[in-house]
């Protein structure tokens, strides 16, 4: 029970931080000048916005559940189980961030997600 | 916004940066820590030294760096492109792993991963058919 508390924890505020992130740079607009000067005021500006200060929050989380579950989960369970990211991320995108996720797209983080999931399988 | 067609242009180095950068800075940062030892008794005053000697590494450094830089490209792409593109697209950092283990530490890699990487290429090639930005935002 703990040890699925714990992932679920991992995958939804890992994922959650990645969401509140990408709404941060969307609001601020597209990057389009890749100047050093020009990249350190578009932090600047992002670092200004909560959504910013969340997604960090959340990211912070999920790292510190994730050596958490480590201390007593299999290295063999835990980092295979995160591939759950892909499906996780898709319905976040789909449903917060408004994003058109077509069948091939959702076919294609399946197969990542599943590639992921076989990749970190450790024996 | 930029055109959809340029704006795969912008995209793609991108995306080819972050994996890339990913998996440096891990590899450079397990280099770096392999030569730290254990905390068999951890006190402020181990801590403190153990911190003084991980900082003073410049495999450490290097390895910060890149992850440094891995995080702000990952945040610029973001800033134009859907993260249901990018999410996926980028988990071919995971293929990199096994194939530079094979390729340059003559490791063993078991044939589940291979059919892995092959399942994470198959599903980055089907996302990376689909526009880079739905949303026409950013």
């Known amino acids: 029970m703990r040890t699925f508390l714990f992932l679920a924890i991992v995958v939804l505020s890992g994922t959650g931080g990645d969401i509140a992130m990408t ?4 609001r601020n607009g597209e990057v389009k000048n890749f100047s050093p000067r020009a990249l350190l005021g578009v932090f600047r500006q992002v670092s200004r916005s909560g959504w910013a200060w969340l997604g960090f929050g959340l990211m912070i989380l999920a790292f510190v559940a994730l050596l958490a579950l480590l201390s007593w989960a299999q290295v063999s369970f835990v980092v295979p189980a995160t591939a ?3 499906i996780v991320g898709g319905v976040g995108a789909k449903f917060l961030l408004k994003e058109r996720v077509s069948r091939a797209r959702w076919a294609g983080m399946l197969l990542v997600a599943a ?9 | 916004m930029t055109p959809p067609r340029n704006l795969l242009a912008k995209t793609i180095p991108f995306l080819i940066m972050v994996p890339i950068l990913g998996s440096l800075g891990n590899v450079l940062l397990g280099k770096g820590m392999r030569g730290m030892g254990e905390i068999r008794h951890p006190s402020v005053s181990t801590l403190a030294i153990y911190l003084l000697k991980v900082l003073s590494n ?18 610029l792409v973001l ?6 593109y990018v999410l996926p697209v980028t988990a071919v950092g995971y293929v990199l792993a096994p194939l530079l283990a094979h390729l340059l530490l003559g490791e063993i890699v078991p044939s589940s991963r291979w059919v892995g990487a092959v399942f994470i290429f198959l599903g980055v090639a089907v996302v990376g058919r689909t526009p880079p930005s739905t949303t026409g935002r950013g």
Request: a positive charge.
């Open chain 2, 58 to 75: 410049v495999w450490v450094w290097l390895g910060m760096g890149s992850l440094l830089l891995f995080l702000v490209i990952y945040l």
């Open chain 1, 23 to 26: 709404h941060a740079m969307k």
């Open chain 2, 79 to 84: 800033s134009w492109a859907d993260y249901s």
């Open chain 1, 115 to 123: 590639g992921v999931a076989m990749v970190c399988a450790v024996r």
């Open chain 1, 84 to 86: 759950a990211n892909y």
